[in-house]
Structures are given as C-alpha cells and as structure tokens.
C-alpha cells in the first residue's frame, strides 16, 4: 500500500525533530519534508505532494489560521501548538485534529488514526494497540489508504512584499530571474517576489511552463513564434540560451 506522505510545519527546530520522530517510526505514514517555512510548505502542497500536513498555529511569517485559508483544503491537516485557545478557530477549517503541546506519541497516533479516517479511509481500522504494537516492525502495514491522483493545481502563490498573492497559471506570460527576484510577468502586471528560478520551475508545471534561458522561464501556450533562438510573446523578446536550445527545440518539435 502506498504511504500516506506528511509535512511537519513549525518555525521551532525542537518541534520540527519530535513530529519527523513520530511520523518516521509510525507504519504507512512517509515524511516528505520538514519546513520552518511556510511559503516552502506552500509550494509542496501545490505541487500534491502532500496528503497529511501538521501545521503549527503561532509562525511569524504566516500563521496557521492565515496558511489554511491560503491552502484552501488541499490535503488534510492536524493543527499543533502550545495555546489551546485556537482550538475553536482551527476547526472552523475543518482539520483532523489538534494536538496541544507538548505531544505525547499515543496522542499523536490517536490524530493520525483521526486524519486517515477522513482522507478516504482505512480498509481495515486498526485499534491504537494494534498501532502501537506494529511499530518498528518493518513488514506491519497499519493504515492504509487508496492511492489518488493529486490534480494539478491552477495556480500558485508567491509572496510579495507584506502579502502573499495568487497568481492563476493561465495569467503568466514569461518569468525573469534578477538578482535578487523573481519578475513575473503576466497579462495583467508584473509581479515581484523574493525567489530563486529554480523554486519558481520546481513550482510551475513542466507541461505547461519550459526554462529557456538561465534567467527566463516562458509560458509554453503564451509563445506566438520562435525566430532563431529568440521566443516572442506579445511585444516581448526572450531570448534562447545555447544550452536550453536543443532541449527546447526538442519540446516543441
């Protein structure tokens, strides 16, 4: 069966090794990544690569609360935190469950159990016994789960000066690496944030989104026609590397 793949959030390091502790040794459960930050998270989320996310409330960046209106419900989520006053508000985002700080291991498995329940569930429902017994067996299969096709997302988000702002894929024309940013041009604006290419490819769907050039990105329904190794969409020139070329030329071909 294949393994229900998690994402521990939290801006403190010390939180961030007890979940990746607890999920490692908890049978079917996969851990994907650890972040301190959200934006990250965000983007491993976008790209379905997460069915199970713990998500710690109080972040400086973003918080819990702030990140699940972000997330919009795309994988099931278990709220952890040391204030038990967010409780109310968290569920509000339907959430599997909330685990106070500091999180004991049975109460963990109680919330996994919780969460697999809802994600489409167990074909068989194992006690929190069974659970505990099997860990560290490396044959045990606890929970169980029937493997989905994750949709491509339509969208992303980056973050832009003190907001974090959607951007709908089918808007994009062509991105530009600077210095420090990342220019995102799109039918409507241009749009900066603090990013490096290569987050912004891993991001943007390979099928629709191609690297050109090691400081351009290009929106492959947004070329109107190519003319030597220059790419034109609307007014805008972008040029072909000669190391991207023969890749590109091989994608459109």
Do not use: W
């Not at 301190?36 to 960046?61: R, Y």
Request: hydrophobic fraction near 40%; proline fraction near 4%.
């Amino acid at each position: 069966m294949e393994k229900i793949r998690c994402l521990a959030v939290d801006d403190e390091p010390l939180a961030l090794d007890i979940l990746a502790n607890y999920i490692q040794k908890t049978p079917n459960l996969s851990l994907v990544a650890t972040c301190t930050e959200p934006l990250e998270a965000l983007s491993l989320i976008q790209q379905g690569k997460v069915d199970l996310l713990f998500l710690d409330i109080q972040m400086p960046t973003l918080t819990g609360i702030q990140f699940l209106r972000v997330m919009n419900g795309k994988c099931k989520t278990i709220l952890t935190t040391a204030y038990s006053e967010y409780a109310i508000e968290g569920y509000e985002y339907d959430v599997a469950d909330y685990l106070l700080k500091p999180i004991s291991f049975e109460r963990f498995l109680k919330a996994v159990q919780k969460a697999v329940g809802q994600l489409t569930v167990l074909i068989e429902q194992p006690s929190l016994g069974s659970l505990q017994s099997s860990i560290g067996s490396e044959n045990s299969e606890v929970l169980s789960t029937p493997s989905t096709t994750q949709q491509q997302l339509d969208f992303i988000f980056v973050k832009t000066e003190y907001k974090i702002q959607k951007i709908n894929l089918s808007d994009i024309l062509y991105l530009e690496g600077l210095k420090d940013y990342v220019s995102i041009y799109t039918t409507n604006e241009r749009i900066l944030t603090l990013q490096t290419m290569k987050k912004m490819e891993e991001m943007l769907p390979s099928n629709r989104f191609v690297r050109v050039h090691k400081s351009y990105i290009v929106s492959l329904e947004k070329i109107e026609t190519i003319e030597r190794q220059r790419i034109f969409i609307g007014k805008n020139i972008i040029p072909v590397g000669d190391s991207f070329q023969k890749d590109f030329m091989k994608l459109i071909g």
